[in-house]
């Protein structure tokens, strides 16, 4: 089966600059994402390729954690987050795209490629209602980064 993908945009009041920041501060990720319970990052420096972290979240009513890498990183205005989980591979690419002088437009694509067929996990996460339900994940979390810069100072 080929990948499925979930694609979200948001436009943000703030420079790629400012969101960039918040996206990519593992160790205030606890804070800035609602949906996130716990962030174990791995690696030592900045966020940048290698990085590695432990990532929490409450997603179809239970915890689940995975650990997460970054394959690309263009500051400011593209990285790639990398995951596999149960046989599937997981592929979430950020996109900063400036839309004038204090106004982004962040577009989040999450894919999940299966291994041959269609794993239980995969069928939930990514057909129809599943589909949904991580878009409006998506969604919550590019929310409570554009709430994250506000607060920062905007």
């Known amino acids: ?26 160790q205030d990720g606890e804070r800035v ?10 690696t ?6 290698g990085t590695r ?8 009513g239970r915890e689940a954690t ?5 394959t690309a990183s263009e500051p400011p205005e593209r990285y790639v987050v990398e995951a596999d989980s149960q046989g599937t591979h ?15 437009t962040v577009r989040m694509t999450f894919s999940a490629v299966p291994p041959g067929g269609v794993a239980g996990l995969l069928a939930k996460v990514l057909g129809g209602i599943g589909a949904r ?8 979390d590019l929310a ?6 506000e607060y920062r100072g905007g």
């Not at 030592?44 to 390729?49: A, K, R």
């Not at 995975?66 to 970054?70: A, G, I, W």
């Not at 997981?90 to 982004?104: A, H, I, K, N």
């Open 144 to 149: 409570d980064v554009a709430r994250a810069v």
């Open 90 to 104: 997981y592929v979430s690419e950020f996109v900063l795209r400036p839309d004038g002088p204090e106004t982004t």
């Open 66 to 70: 995975e650990e997460l890498y970054v």
């Open 1 to 26: 089966m080929a990948s499925r993908t979930v694609v979200v945009e948001r436009r943000i009041a703030a420079s790629q600059g400012r969101i960039w920041e918040v996206l990519t501060d593992l």
């Open 33 to 42: 994402l609602s949906g996130v319970t716990r962030i174990e990052v791995l």
């Open 133 to 140: 339900a991580v878009a409006k994940a998506i969604e919550r």
């Open 44 to 49: 030592d420096g900045g966020f940048d390729v």
């Open 53 to 60: 972290w432990r990532e929490t979240r409450r997603m179809f």
